[in-house]
């Protein structure tokens, strides 16, 4: 009988003797886009926060959307650099860890680690909560959300570990679903909008339910202005396209063809989702009231387009969002088998073994699962249990793009040559927006409402605290050391000897003209 440690029949390197667990490199450019797309899936988000922004800061707070876009598109950029520079899975993960030390890179892996924990549970729990309910016209209750979610959470469990290559299919074919379903709908919207007369932009500038004084207001210790937490709409929904770096070892030509694919998915989602939320907010009839509705996105859809039609658009988005979890689960399976190939993971032994069959890691699908099991479990129980969900998946990843944004202000002068992708002479605007952006979203998050996520992150923490100490207690900081650039250097080899002809030897590096940057675009 095959051990998990054997040669794999589909597509995994031999990881036998010692040998560095590898996988099988087949993601084309479409479902490296498709991995970036996906996780961050507007259908998704809005539909996850849309009803909260209504509450905090009514339907003039989708013009917060923009300027999140705008923040996350210059996160996008800085990680599309370091892509480029060491495509590997992990991504901030590998990038600390080889940039600055390994303590600090394994703490950004537990904080990425937690991020994809609480964001799967959020995005699945929103499919139970919110759409679901309004589909089939039954009462939503805490009870059956966390049963529902539950079992959308296997069954992305079990898709993810049967096989990679049915995993990429089933999403391409979803997010292909989300592009299509998404602007036929939000063209539906406006026609049938504009042509019942339903349609008035002057909602957009309405406050309510929220009060026209101090709306644009800071807030004060303990409290955010309304404005501000509009900004959680955008930056619980714009997160994830980073999910194409962490399969980079996966990914055909991973340098050139990574960060294009974070970049073109964070703009193409921005644009979509600016329209998609100007056609619902126009077609508001009363602001307050809507607010009370536990499904205000979907009861919109069905009030303008019917039943029949709203119904069936509601299922293309259950299938944008399924999609979504999907990837999620996906990337946080790739994440803790990178780092138990590491040896830096609890239960590293299995969790990094590859199935000799199925090519896929197994042992931390079935660990994820059970994570995101124990964070529905726990989260079920809050009294808002939705909007705990989606700011701690809102915070969790704005402590890592922070980390690692600053991270490469520190270290841009001694980062490796890229091999596809530089930002070139826009590199310091992008630097400069990315951080002014980043320390403002972690402002938001003083607010009292966030209590619970906070708590959720620091209890992971502290999780993570006591098996790190044990780390350092029986190998020391020496026995921590990463790989060198080898390793990388071993990647590239591989992707060049995958994408080039037998008789042309591929270049290990690009030249100078053929390194895409920002001013080409």
Same mark, same amino acid.
């Given at each position: 009988?095959?051990?998990?440690?054997?040669?794999?029949?589909?597509?995994?390197?031999?990881?036998?003797?010692?040998?560095?667990?590898?996988?099988?490199?087949?993601?084309?450019?479409?479902?490296?886009?498709?991995?970036?797309?996906?996780?961050?899936?507007?259908?998704?988000?809005?539909?996850?926060?849309?009803?909260?922004?209504?509450?905090?800061?009514?339907?003039?707070?989708?013009?917060?959307?923009?300027?999140?876009?705008? =923040?996350?598109? /210059?996160?996008? +950029?800085? $990680? *599309?650099? &370091?892509?480029?520079?060491? !495509?590997?899975?992990?991504?901030? %993960?590998?990038?600390?860890?080889?940039?600055?030390?390994?303590?600090?890179?394994?703490?950004?892996?537990?904080?990425?680690?937690?991020?994809?924990?609480?964001?799967?549970?959020?995005?699945?729990?929103?499919?139970?909560?919110?759409?679901?309910?309004?589909?089939?016209?039954?009462?939503?209750?805490?009870?059956?959300?966390?049963?529902?979610?539950?079992?959308?959470?296997?069954?992305?469990?079990?898709?993810?570990?049967?096989?990679?290559?049915?995993?990429?299919?089933?999403?391409?074919?979803?997010?292909?679903?989300?592009?299509?379903?998404?602007?036929?709908?939000?063209?539906?919207?406006?026609?049938? =909008?504009?042509? /019942?007369?339903? +349609?008035? $932009? *002057?909602? &957009?500038?309405?406050?309510? !339910?929220?009060?026209?004084?101090? %709306?644009?207001?800071?807030?004060?210790?303990?409290?955010?202005?309304?404005?501000?937490?509009?900004?959680?709409?955008?930056?619980?929904?714009?997160?994830?396209?980073?999910?194409?770096?962490?399969?980079?070892?996966?990914?055909?030509?991973?340098?050139?063809?990574?960060?294009?694919?974070?970049?073109?998915?964070?703009?193409?989602?921005?644009?979509?989702?600016?329209?998609?939320?100007?056609?619902?907010?126009?077609?508001?009839?009363?602001?307050?009231?809507?607010?009370?509705?536990?499904?205000?996105?979907?009861?919109?859809?069905?009030?303008?387009?019917?039943?029949?039609?709203?119904?069936?658009?509601?299922?293309?988005?259950?299938?944008?969002?399924?999609?979504?979890? &999907?990837?999620?689960?996906?990337?946080?399976?790739?994440?803790?088998?990178?780092?138990?190939?590491?040896?830096?993971?609890?239960?590293?032994?299995?969790?990094?073994?590859?199935?000799?069959?199925?090519?896929?890691?197994?042992?931390?699908?079935?660990?994820?699962?059970?994570?995101?099991?124990?964070?529905?479990?726990?989260?079920?129980?809050?009294?808002?249990?939705?909007?705990?969900?989606?700011?701690?998946?809102?915070?969790?990843?704005?402590?890592?793009?922070?980390?690692?944004?600053?991270?490469?202000?520190?270290?841009?002068?001694?980062?490796?040559?890229?091999?596809?992708?530089?930002?070139?002479?826009?590199?310091?605007?992008?630097?400069?927006?990315?951080?002014?952006?980043?320390?403002?979203?972690?402002?938001?998050?003083?607010?009292?409402?966030?209590?619970?996520?906070?708590?959720?992150?620091?209890?992971?923490?502290?999780?993570?605290?006591?098996?790190?100490?044990?780390?350092?207690?029986?190998?020391?900081?020496?026995?921590?050391?990463?790989?060198?650039?080898?390793?990388?250097?071993?990647?590239?080899?591989?992707?060049?000897?995958?994408?080039?002809?037998?008789?042309?030897?591929?270049?290990?590096?690009?030249?100078?003209?053929?390194?895409?940057?920002?001013?080409?675009?």
């Amino acid at each position: 009988m095959a051990t998990q440690e054997s040669v794999s029949t589909d597509g995994a390197r031999p990881q036998g003797s010692g040998a560095r667990p590898e996988m099988k490199r087949e993601l084309t450019r479409y479902a490296s886009f498709a991995m970036a797309f996906g996780f961050v899936s507007i259908a998704t988000g809005i539909f996850t926060t849309y009803g909260s922004v209504l509450n905090s800061s009514g339907p003039r707070g989708i013009f917060a959307w923009p300027i999140a876009v705008l =923040g996350q598109l /210059s996160v996008a +950029l800085v $990680f *599309g650099a &370091l892509a480029a520079r060491i !495509p590997i899975s992990g991504y901030a %993960y590998q990038w600390v860890s080889r940039l600055v030390n390994p303590v600090w890179g394994w703490i950004m892996g537990w904080i990425s680690f937690s991020f994809l924990g609480v964001v799967v549970v959020a995005v699945d729990y929103t499919i139970a909560s919110t759409i679901l309910p309004e589909l089939f016209q039954y009462q939503g209750t805490q009870q059956n959300a966390w049963a529902i979610t539950a079992v959308v959470v296997l069954l992305q469990a079990v898709l993810v570990a049967s096989s990679t290559r049915v995993t990429h299919s089933v999403n391409k074919t979803a997010v292909t679903i989300q592009l299509v379903g998404m602007i036929a709908l939000t063209v539906l919207l406006f026609a049938v =909008g504009g042509f /019942s007369g339903k +349609l008035d $932009f *002057g909602t &957009l500038f309405q406050t309510a !339910p929220v009060a026209e004084a101090g %709306y644009y207001s800071l807030g004060t210790a303990g409290h955010v202005g309304p404005f501000a937490l509009a900004f959680l709409l955008g930056a619980f929904t714009i997160v994830g396209f980073e999910s194409a770096a962490n399969l980079a070892e996966e990914t055909r030509d991973p340098a050139r063809v990574i960060p294009k694919a974070m970049v073109q998915a964070v703009l193409s989602l921005g644009v979509l989702g600016f329209l998609f939320l100007i056609a619902i907010t126009a077609l508001i009839e009363d602001p307050a009231k809507l607010a009370q509705s536990d499904t205000p996105v979907a009861t919109v859809i069905t009030a303008v387009l019917g039943s029949g039609i709203g119904k069936g658009l509601l299922v293309l988005v259950v299938i944008s969002i399924f999609s979504c979890g &999907l990837v999620i689960t996906m990337s946080g399976t790739r994440l803790v088998w990178a780092m138990s190939r590491d040896e830096r993971f609890p239960g590293w032994r299995a969790l990094r073994r590859i199935h000799p069959r199925r090519g896929t890691p197994l042992n931390a699908t079935l660990f994820i699962f059970l994570v995101a099991q124990a964070v529905l479990a726990s989260f079920a129980m809050t009294t808002d249990a939705l909007f705990s969900l989606f700011s701690a998946a809102t915070l969790l990843p704005a402590i890592i793009y922070a980390g690692t944004v600053l991270m490469y202000v520190v270290k841009r002068k001694s980062l490796p040559p890229t091999q596809g992708f530089s930002l070139g002479r826009w590199e310091i605007p992008v630097i400069v927006v990315a951080s002014v952006w980043l320390v403002y979203e972690l402002l938001i998050f003083r607010d009292a409402s966030f209590r619970d996520p906070w708590l959720y992150v620091l209890v992971l923490f502290a999780i993570g605290a006591v098996y790190f100490a044990f780390l350092l207690v029986r190998r020391g900081v020496a026995g921590l050391t990463m790989p060198d650039m080898a390793d990388v250097d071993r990647a590239l080899d591989d992707t060049d000897a995958n994408a080039a002809p037998a008789t042309v030897p591929a270049p290990t590096s690009a030249p100078a003209d053929e390194t895409t940057e920002v001013s080409d675009r």
